[in-house]
Each structure stands twice: as structure tokens, then as C-alpha cells.
């Protein structure tokens, strides 16, 4: 486990179906979050290439014997060969997203190649069996309702799910129709350039994927670009609004997937077994660098103390470890500033008057690793009740078992992304879930659904991704009106 299996010293761009020489020496380099060994340096996108990838991408959306010449059907096995390369190389990417953001092996490879190659299939099904035209009868004579793909796409991923994040927004773009320019995030840069190994295998056409990695100056030149049609963005919340406000002044569609602080809210019949049960995936996913984990628990007083205890018993009992390790249940953090950034949340909550349960401790070995943590007797105006720390720790907030009072402190909250209840009464969980003010809410169940709409409300971002409804977002509606029906319908 202490040595690197995977180190990249990569010089080039993938940009317009071939690698290219940056016009500029800027290179980054990333590092083991396990044991801070570097794991790898990559050239860096200047204006040039930026300028560069976006005419490729314009020029094979507009080329009918290009990416514009493709039917839905040939699109889709384009997609289907791609997702094919990129389970080929299932464990070297899960890999690398181990050791760039500390997941889990195992979990590393289901979130990210996994993830990826199944969208990438979900949306070749999806565009095959979706009808880009339809007639309508019109007051005076017909209209005839076409689905156009948007155009050229920036895509801006994250680094906690590298790639099943950024494969939210190319799987169902790709079957729409667009192109994209990718930004990777610069703290897990170097796994993009194995997906780009991928698209090459797949043949996928020249110029429809560009992947230019960027520091924030030059990643600003992609966003205000006249040449980008849409801007995918998934991040901070205040990242994302930069992002928004750039999108108002251009008139550009945007799809923001911004923070979550869920809460996962417990009746009083809640079953403790199975929260723990579901607690990990619940609340502490990819070492709780996700937006959507429930890290706050409101809890009633009639089984308050047994919640804390079995709580504590479990997260007690996680292995803490190397991320390659197949027996560590919670791997390091990103980097050394995303660990004090956890380390100094956690110190904050002792003083606001959280009860350390387990954790609250910094771990000073080599690595980038914080203890999980739980912090009882939370209350609303606390910080660790209102911000997203991204970190492996939970706050559990009592309240006197009133469904209404839980309901209201659920709530209490900036973000709307995720949530949870936990009853024996399917119906009380069912209408109490429709209640929660969230995009996304788990009843008696860790769970989460490509199949599905996934999107957030309030500081958590505007429009969705994944389900067949995701298709929307990269098409445009054009009525053509005729006064007769048209050969083929």
C-alpha cells in the first residue's frame, strides 16, 4: 500500500481528436492524498488551447459530414464503444481517483468507471427511442416540433466524483447531439487524460470531446467564451454563482449542481438498525466529501440516547486508512487545505457546544487524513448545523418528537439537495418525505439513481441532471409551422 502504482508525466492536451502541444510551459502537479508522494504533472491549457478546443468543438457541430451528420442510432454507438474503452480501464481509473481524492478502492471504481460507462449506455438507449420530430395539429395547418442539440457545451467537473460527475453532463449531451469542452478539476486533472485515452479507442469524431485543464484565470476565458452555447457546472455554491451571474450577462443556459447540507430526519418509530445499517452510504459517502450526505441528523427524544449510542458504536468501529486498501472504510481527503478546513469546522463545533461523540481530533499522520466524527447536542444556529463542511462528520440534533418541529428543523437550512426519512409508517414516510424541501429525499434507505432526476433547490443549484429528463437540458425546441403534413409523417 506505500508505493504509487500509477504516475503520469503528461505534456500534451486532447483537443479535436488528437493530442497537442500547449502553447505555454504551465504544468501542475498532483499528489497521493494517502502519502503525499507525487503521483504525476500535467500541461496546462493557456487562452490558445482554450480558443483552440472551442473552435474543434464548433467546427464538427456544424460539419454535416462530421458530428452534425449522426443519427441518434450512430451516436449511440459511438457511445456504447466509448463506455466499452472505459470499463477496459475500470481499475486503472479507479486508481487514480483513489489516490487523488482518497476513495475507497472499490467504491472509487463503481463511482467513476462504473458510473460513467453506465450513463454513457442509459443515454444510448434513451436517444434511440426518443423522437426528435413531432407533428401537431395547429389552428391553421401543422406544427412540426423539432429537438435541436443546444451547441457547444463547457463542462466544468469537481474533483470529489471526478468522473461520474462530469459523465452527468457529456453522456446525455453526447446523445443529444453537442460537443464539449471539458475542465477538469485541477486537484484530480490526471485521470481526464486516461478518459481521453478512451474517446481515442472509441473513435469518437475529432473535435466532439476536448479536454483542457486550466488554472482559474485561464478557466474564466472558457466561461465567458462567445463560442460556448451552455455551461455545466458542478461545485461550490459560491463558485456557482460566479458561474450564474456570467451566464445572466451572456443570455447563456446553465446547469448549476452546487452544496447540500441534508438532514436525514427520524420519527419517532425511526428503526436505529437500520440507520446504521444505512449510515455509512448515508451520511459519511466518498470519506463525506459528497453533497449529498445526510450530515445532519434530527433526532426524537424518545429514542435520542439509543441513536447516539449506536451511532457512535459504528462510526467508532470504521477502519481509517489507505484508500487502496480494500478493508478501509474511510480513506484521507483531497488535500492538505481541504484537511484543515474539516480540522478547523471541527474545531469550531466543540466550541459552539457540540458533544464530541467519536473523532474531533486532527490525525497528524502522513496523508491527508481526518478522523470520522460525531458531534451531539447540535442545535439549529449552530455552524455545523448550517455549513457544508464536505468532511466525515455528522451533528445530531434532538427535537421532542413532533412531526412538525422535525419537519420545520429539516428544513432549516440554505440548501435543498438531499435528504431522508426514517419510519415504520410508510405512509406518515412517504408524505413526511414530499414535505422536505430537497431535490432528492431517502425513505428507510441510502440510495441514489441515474435513472432519476437529480437536482437541488435553494443555494443548492438550478436545473437537473440524470433521468430521461436530462436530455432536456441539451436541447433546444424549434416549431416549424406548415400548412400541410410534411412526407414522412
Not at 2 to 20: F, H, M, N, P, Q
Not at 241 to 246: A, D, F, H, N
Not at 254 to 281: C, I, P
Amino acid at each position: 500500500m506505500e508505493t504509487t502504482s500509477v504516475y503520469a508525466d503528461r505534456k500534451s492536451l486532447y483537443i479535436d481528436g488528437a493530442w497537442v502541444e500547449p502553447a505555454t510551459d504551465a504544468r501542475a502537479e498532483n499528489f497521493d492524498s494517502n502519502d503525499e508522494q507525487s503521483i504525476g504533472s500535467y500541461s496546462l491549457a493557456g487562452r490558445e488551447e482554450i480558443d483552440r478546443a472551442v473552435a474543434a468543438a464548433r467546427a464538427t457541430l456544424n460539419d454535416r459530414d462530421g458530428w452534425a451528420g449522426y443519427s441518434p442510432f450512430q451516436r449511440a454507438a459511438v457511445m456504447r464503444r466509448f463506455a466499452d474503452a472505459l470499463e477496459r480501464r475500470r481499475d486503472e481509473l479507479g486508481e487514480w481517483v483513489a489516490r487523488e481524492v482518497g476513495t475507497p478502492i472499490e467504491r472509487s471504481k463503481f463511482s467513476n468507471a462504473d458510473t460513467a460507462s453506465a450513463l454513457l449506455r442509459f443515454y444510448a438507449d434513451i436517444i434511440e427511442h426518443t423522437d426528435l420530430e413531432d407533428l401537431r395539429p395547429a389552428g391553421r395547418g401543422h406544427s412540426l416540433v423539432r429537438r435541436e442539440a443546444i451547441g457547444v457545451v463547457a463542462m466544468i467537473a469537481p474533483w470529489n466524483f471526478p468522473m461520474s460527475t462530469l459523465f452527468f453532463k457529456l453522456a446525455p449531451a453526447l446523445a443529444a447531439g453537442c460537443t464539449a469542452v471539458i475542465k477538469p478539476a485541477s486537484l484530480t486533472a490526471l485521470n481526464s487524460f486516461v478518459i481521453a485515452e478512451a474517446a481515442i479507442e472509441a473513435e469518437v469524431p475529432a473535435g466532439v470531446i476536448n479536454i483542457v485543464p486550466c488554472d482559474r484565470t485561464t478557466g474564466d476565458h472558457l466561461l465567458t467564451h462567445p463560442g460556448i452555447d451552455k455551461i455545466a457546472f458542478t461545485g461550490s455554491t459560491e463558485v456557482g454563482r460566479k458561474v450564474g451571474r456570467i451566464c445572466g450577462e451572456n443570455l447563456k443556459p446553465v446547469t448549476l449542481e452546487l452544496g447540500g447540507k441534508s438532514a436525514a430526519l427520524l420519527l419517532e418509530d425511526a428503526n436505529v438498525d437500520r440507520l446504521v445499517t444505512e449510515l455509512h452510504d448515508l451520511s459519511f459517502s466518498n470519506n463525506g466529501q459528497a453533497c449529498t450526505n445526510n450530515s445532519r441528523l434530527i433526532v426524537p427524544d424518545n429514542i435520542y440516547d439509543d441513536v447516539l449510542a449506536a451511532v457512535a458504536e459504528e462510526v467508532r468501529g470504521w477502519r481509517v486508512g489507505h484508500s487502496m486498501d480494500p478493508e478501509t472504510v474511510i480513506g484521507p481527503v483531497v488535500s492538505p487545505g481541504h484537511r484543515a478546513s474539516i480540522e478547523r469546522y471541527y474545531e469550531i463545533a466543540a466550541a459552539e457546544g457540540g458533544r464530541v461523540l467519536v473523532g474531533g481530533e486532527p490525525i497528524r499522520d502522513r496523508g491527508y487524513f481526518v478522523q470520522p466524527s460525531v458531534f451531539a447536542d447540535v442545535t439549529p444556529e449552530m455552524t455545523i448545523f448550517q455549513e457544508e463542511l464536505f468532511g466525515p462528520a455528522i451533528s445530531i440534533t434532538r427535537y421532542s418528537g413532533d412531526v412538525e418541529e422535525g419537519i420545520r428543523i429539516a428544513n432549516d437550512s440554505n440548501y435543498g439537495l438531499s435528504g431522508a426519512v426514517f419510519t415504520e409508517d410508510e405512509t406518515l414516510g412517504i408524505e413526511t418525505s414530499r414535505r422536505i424541501e430537497t431535490g432528492t429525499v431517502q425513505f428507510n434507505l441510502a440510495n441514489f439513481d441515474i435513472g432519476a432526476p437529480f437536482g437541488g433547490r435553494k443555494d443548492s443549484g438550478v436545473g437537473y441532471e440524470l433521468g430521461a429528463e436530462a436530455l432536456l437540458a441539451y436541447l433546444h425546441f424549434k416549431t416549424i409551422f406548415t400548412p400541410s403534413v410534411p412526407a414522412g409523417f
